[in-house]
C-alpha cells in the first residue's frame, strides 16, 4: 500500500489578487501546523511582553493573523 502525503491543509480559503501575486487567505488546519517548514533565519526573538501578549491572545480566543509565504508552486486544490 502507498503512503499518502502528508500535506498543509487550508480551510475557507479563497484566493486574492494584489498587484502581480495572487494570495491565498484562509485557516490553516490545526493538524497541519506541525508540517509547516521554517528555516533558522524566520525566528527572531520576541520580547517578553509580546510573549506575554501572544500566550494572553491564546487564552482569550482573539490571535492575530499570521502570514506566510510558499515558494514554488506546488499545490493542489482539492
Not at 18 to 43: A, F, H, M
Amino acid at each position: 500500500m502507498a503512503q499518502q502525503k502528508q500535506s498543509v491543509k487550508v480551510i475557507h480559503g479563497a484566493l486574492d489578487e494584489e498587484g502581480k501575486e495572487i494570495i491565498l487567505r484562509g485557516v490553516i488546519c490545526n493538524d497541519s501546523l506541525p508540517l509547516l517548514q521554517t528555516d533558522e533565519y524566520q525566528r527572531e526573538v520576541l520580547p517578553q511582553t509580546r510573549i506575554r501578549d501572544l500566550a494572553e491572545a491564546f487564552t482569550t480566543g482573539s490571535v492575530p493573523d499570521i502570514e506566510l509565504g510558499m515558494r514554488g508552486e506546488r499545490m493542489q486544490e482539492r
